[in-house]
């Protein structure tokens, strides 16, 4: 019920008995008195009707907007960010939280492993999700976060479901360059965009159906003992804890990547780097040349559809459709994105 039909109802049941009682009474002071009383209970129903209102009004989600980052950003400085990681994890309580479920980290790896490499690394650890990407010689690649509850498991299901979509967007870039008619300079460079761009989708889908090399970060939830001890592992570089972190819906998780050794920078893949794109028979995977000027900065991250539940579930498990993270922008391959 409203305010207003509350003091209305309020009138018309108190209003008129007053209205008679004073009537009756030639008295003034009684009256007076009357009027007084009359005043006051006014008054007192006013009152208690805007604290009622006031009460029932509903409380939103204070924290909706709010995202949390762990990791780097452009510019950070390596060294800067392990020196800090280890500080931080040296810093956590030796209980665990109140919550006993442990506390959320950010496993950075030193190298990028295969999905049979991590269950020595983050086997026995409670994951959440892994983040990879493939390392092609001079390209860009799109980094992909999969929801990982059971190591390897779901990272290798994860990773095919990746090479689906991405021999699909490879089938898309060559339609499109098909479709490119003339033969002057600008529909000759557009071609060879959409082709460069189908070369490095068809690198990537072929090195994730094969379980490539490709992972370098995991986020796991465990007790502050146990974190000492996976940083203490010969693949993991660091181990970044996240406290604060209670909702991974609204967090945001950017670990360096492993060949950035000095300065957070958009990376560029090159020198002697282990080609992950064998096609099973010795041959790599065709890959284009990259167009000159073009950054090598890798895609934003983009989430894979979230794998059935297991035994071990985090706090919040993975959304279980596709979705990028608050700040990306989607999937952005080298070569012009699709419209």
Same mark, same amino acid.
């Given at each position: 019920?409203?305010?207003?039909?509350?003091?209305?109802?309020?009138?018309?049941?108190?209003?008129?008995?007053?209205?008679?009682? #004073?009537?009756?009474?030639?008295?003034?002071?009684?009256?007076?008195?009357?009027?007084?009383?009359?005043?006051?209970?006014?008054?007192?129903?006013?009152?208690?009707?805007?604290?009622?209102?006031?009460?029932?009004?509903?409380?939103?989600?204070?924290?909706?907007?709010? #995202?949390?980052?762990?990791?780097?950003?452009?510019?950070?400085?390596?060294?800067?960010?392990?020196?800090?990681?280890?500080?931080?994890?040296?810093?956590?309580?030796?209980?665990?939280? !109140?919550?006993?479920?442990?506390?959320?980290?950010?496993?950075?790896?030193?190298?990028?492993?295969?999905?049979?490499?991590?269950?020595?690394?983050?086997?026995?650890?409670?994951?959440?999700? #892994?983040?990879?990407?493939?390392?092609?010689?001079?390209?860009?690649?799109?980094?992909?976060?999969?929801?990982?509850?059971?190591?390897?498991?779901?990272?290798?299901?994860?990773?095919?479901?990746?090479?689906?979509?991405?021999?699909?967007?490879?089938?898309?870039?060559?339609?499109?360059? !098909?479709? %490119?008619?003339?033969?002057? !300079?600008?529909?000759?460079?557009?071609?060879?965009?959409?082709?460069?761009?189908?070369?490095?989708?068809?690198?990537?889908?072929?090195?994730?159906?094969?379980?490539?090399?490709?992972?370098?970060?995991?986020?796991?939830?465990?007790?502050?003992?146990?974190?000492?001890?996976?940083?203490?592992?010969?693949?993991?570089?660091? %181990?970044?804890?996240?406290?604060? %972190?209670?909702?991974?819906?609204?967090?945001?998780?950017?670990?360096?990547?492993?060949?950035?050794?000095? %300065?957070?920078?958009?990376?560029?893949?090159?020198?002697?780097?282990?080609?992950?794109?064998?096609?099973?028979?010795?041959?790599?995977?065709?890959?284009?040349? !990259?167009?000159?000027?073009?950054?090598?900065?890798?895609?934003?991250?983009?989430?894979?559809?979230?794998?059935?539940?297991?035994?071990?579930?985090?706090?919040?498990?993975?959304?279980?459709?596709?979705?990028?993270?608050?700040?990306?922008?989607?999937?952005?391959?080298?070569?012009?994105?699709?419209?």
């Amino acid at each position: 019920m409203r305010a207003g039909d509350l003091l209305r109802q309020l009138d018309q049941r108190l209003l008129p008995p007053l209205t008679r009682a #004073v009537g009756r009474l030639n008295d003034r002071s009684a009256r007076f008195g009357v009027l007084t009383w009359a005043a006051l209970l006014s008054t007192a129903a006013v009152l208690g009707t805007a604290v009622w209102a006031a009460d029932d009004t509903p409380v939103g989600d204070r924290t909706v907007g709010e #995202v949390t980052r762990v990791g780097v950003v452009d510019g950070d400085s390596v060294p800067g960010y392990l020196r800090s990681a280890a500080a931080d994890l040296a810093a956590l309580p030796t209980a665990a939280p !109140a919550t006993g479920d442990g506390t959320y980290a950010l496993v950075t790896l030193g190298a990028y492993l295969p999905p049979q490499r991590l269950a020595a690394v983050l086997g026995d650890v409670p994951v959440s999700t #892994v983040f990879g990407r493939v390392p092609l010689p001079g390209r860009q690649t799109e980094i992909v976060k999969i929801p990982a509850l059971r190591v390897p498991d779901d990272v290798v299901a994860g990773m095919e479901q990746v090479a689906v979509r991405k021999d699909t967007e490879a089938a898309d870039y060559r339609a499109r360059a !098909a479709a %490119v008619s003339g033969d002057g !300079a600008a529909e000759r460079e557009l071609r060879e965009r959409y082709a460069s761009g189908a070369g490095v989708a068809a690198a990537e889908a072929a090195a994730y159906r094969t379980g490539c090399a490709c992972v370098y970060a995991a986020v796991v939830r465990a007790t502050p003992g146990v974190l000492r001890g996976v940083a203490a592992r010969p693949d993991v570089r660091a %181990v970044d804890p996240a406290p604060e %972190v209670y909702r991974l819906d609204r967090t945001v998780f950017t670990p360096p990547l492993p060949e950035q050794h000095d %300065v957070v920078r958009p990376p560029a893949d090159s020198g002697p780097t282990p080609d992950p794109t064998s096609d099973g028979r010795g041959e790599p995977a065709p890959v284009s040349p !990259a167009p000159m000027g073009e950054s090598s900065e890798p895609a934003p991250v983009v989430t894979i559809p979230s794998p059935e539940p297991s035994s071990v579930e985090p706090t919040e498990p993975a959304p279980p459709t596709v979705a990028t993270s608050p700040d990306a922008t989607g999937s952005a391959p080298l070569a012009p994105s699709p419209s």
